[in-house]
């Protein structure tokens, strides 16, 4: 890269960390390290949460996923857009959870059901993430060496080190260096900064992209596909032998069971001003993507092209060359699998890199992704180092730690999982191993997490019984299931067969009934020495409608008493933080509108209702379009009518004239939007940090009889209080006799 290359990505990380140092002279508290303070705004929340989501491994795997597969696949994914815009409209789960005040779900966990069930999802939880995130410094770091083209090893004075090490552990401590000085709140305002930033590089290398290809190199190379594997046709492509009714039903129903069940990014479900600035925030976020989805889509063919059409043949000879000369294979399997896998991860960086200019666009595009890498690492580094404390360590504390303490632990955990990504990184690498042990331990969360959320929430009858039996069968049912996908060819169906052929007979004979009798999907067993007739996206919807299901009925034989959900969401008598809620929740007993079904309710502005309708609007047109498409492109022999015989060809058009355009469009708009929403809500989270009344000490997680103690206080003098002193008193301090109200629940529980 030329100098100007690399001014270009050192002058904003500086910026960046200037500020996400400036900021600890506002942490007052653990609520402050874990949530911001609970300040930010709608525009901030989505802004800085869409940098942190899309993280430098998402891009690379999109890239990759795109360059094998282009779009077919997901358009029948479309089937799902109504149905999540409505659930981010609503409000679904996202408010409630804000409504409970708690830093982590697991905390959420023992508010609604107990403390031991807080751990156990606590560990689950932990152990899932840091296994997840262990891979994602190696990701970057193999990334920056290609992409840069720097050799394996460094010279730094006197000493030699390893390139790929050397630059895990640079990232790594510049992460550490944000999230270590103000926790999530140093994590908001960094990945911020590096959103707004981020939106004009996309911009940048978006348009550049359509600049340097024309139409007819895209439409030459995308028609010279292989039969059956089109990039954008959904009914050309070998994929398509998994597509049926059960396909759409099963992503319909993961669209709400699994909603916030991942808690890499947690900070940020709990850091808006109010619960409804919260969910305004999610309803943002489905204008938020903008750009950086077409740039992902643009890079990916742009390679693609850059590959395959005549007109870069010896570019691409050249290319390919490189690669594989860069990336070489070793002897045993792991090494030849690491190649594999790095082959495929680097193809399109490697490329990207000779088809940006240097001296402007190859530096914007390495800021890039170095900048989605630093606010991945650091929110994940966030969450899973406080997940630790949080949840783990403090629950077993009879007495609680003092705010520095806590804040000190925090950090430790912090640099721990750093040090455990890093040597993980280094030491394991990427094999098909780690790919199966990251689906088992997200198996062993996800399968009952979502029960235990949505019940806990919205349900009075739910029990602690409920959620465990709904985490611990949707645990051994998801594992279960995926390592016998994993192992059944090779090791278990020879030893059934060898053992208990009756046994296997009998399972081919109900997959054979499943076959004629369930008409939404087929199975087979013609292959079923070799294959599981199951998949593994069957058996986690299994899981899951199999703990939802124990769920309801473990809770309805062990509720002994309707749990109190208003003083868990601050409601009613306990409502201490929002006054509108309580307005809002009484509009809804009104009668259907349409307003109300979009989520519209008395805590709406002018503005947050301009924003619902546009994005419900903009929802029902994006899936009109899609069934215009599907009507379009579907055999309609059963009516005599041929249909319109849609090829290759009509689909890469629609996609090149009409949703290219049209995203470009809204992006470019979106860009300047949430620009300056987010720096004008940065501005405004600053002005509520320096509020001093706003720290309470016992804000710090723990949980004392299903109240938290930041709200012990408040709850016992409202509980102390009958119905004329309730109307009478909205808000005092607390008198000695409460206090000895308080010490009696505290030595109670």
Known sequence: MHWIDWTIAVIPLLIVLYFGWRVQRYITGV????????????????????????????????????????????????FAILLGFLLTLSGFIIYR??????????????????????????????????????????VGGHFIMYYCQLPDRLNLGLFSVDTFGFLMAFFLCVALFIVLRGG???????????????????????????????????????SARPVSQSFFNPFATTQMRDFNALFVLMGLFGTVYSRMSWQGNQ???????????????????????????????????GVYIYMYHPDFAEKAAVMQSEIQNRISAGTSAADIQATYTLRTQMTVPMVLRQILPTMGMTGIFFAMMMFLMISTDSTYLHSWGSIFIQDIVLPFRKKPFSPKVQLILLRCAIVGVAIFAWLWSFLVGQTTYIIMFFSITGAIYA??????????????????????????????????????????????????MNTHPALMESFKTFVLWMDLNVPIASWSILDIDIRFPFTGAEISFVACISSAALYIIVSLLTCREDFNLDRMLHRGIYNMEHKVADVAEESRKEGFSISRFIGISAEYTTGDKVLAWSVFIWSIFTFATFLVQLVIALPWDFLGWEGFKTDDLFWEK????????????????????????????????????????????????RVVGHVSTADLEKTVFVESLNTEELEAVESEEVDDKVSGKIKKVEKKH
Not at 35 to 58: C, E, N
Not at 106 to 127: C, H, M, P, T, W
Not at 270 to 281: D, S
Request: with cysteine; glycine share 12%; charged share 10%.
């Open 267 to 301: 900070g940020y479900y709990c850091a808006g001003a109010t619960p409804h600035e919260q969910k305004m925030g999610a309803v943002l976020g489905t204008w938020r993507a903008g750009f950086n989805v077409i740039m992902i889509l643009l890079m990916a063919f």
């Open 31 to 78: 609520a402050d390290f874990m949530t911001a303070g609970r300040v930010a705004g709608r525009y901030l929340i989505a802004v800085a949460d869409g940098a942190a989501a899309l993280g430098l491994i998402s891009v690379i795997n999109s890239l990759e996923v795109k360059y094998v597969s282009g779009l077919a696949y997901e358009f029948w994914g479309n």
């Open 184 to 222: 999530q709140l140093s994590n908001m305002v960094s990945d911020c900064l590096q959103g707004v930033f981020g939106y004009f590089c996309y911009a940048a290398v978006a348009v550049y992209m359509v600049y340097y290809f024309t139409a007819d190199q895209f439409i030459d190379v995308m």
């Open 447 to 496: 399968g009952g997490a979502g029960s235990a959320i949505i019940g806990g929430l919205y349900w009075k009858k739910g029990t602690a019984a409920g959620a465990w039996a709904a985490m611990i069968w949707g645990a051994v049912v998801s594992v279960g299931g995926l390592l016998l996908i994993q192992f059944w060819g090779s090791d278990i169906y020879p030893a059934i």
């Open 654 to 701: 629609w996609w090149l004239y009409y949703t290219l355009p049209l995203q470009l469009l809204v992006a470019a708009v979106s860009t300047v939007w949430f620009s300056i929403g987010g720096l004008v809500d940065l501005r405004k989270m600053f002005k509520r940090l320096s509020d001093m009344n706003r720290g309470n000490a016992a804000d710090d997680g």
């Open 97 to 138: 959870y804000r409504e409970t005040r708690v830093m982590t779900m697991s905390q959420f966990f023992e508010l609604r059901y107990n403390k031991s069930f807080r751990i156990f999802s606590g560990f689950v939880a932990f152990v899932a993430g840091i296994v997840n995130y262990a891979i994602f410094p190696a």
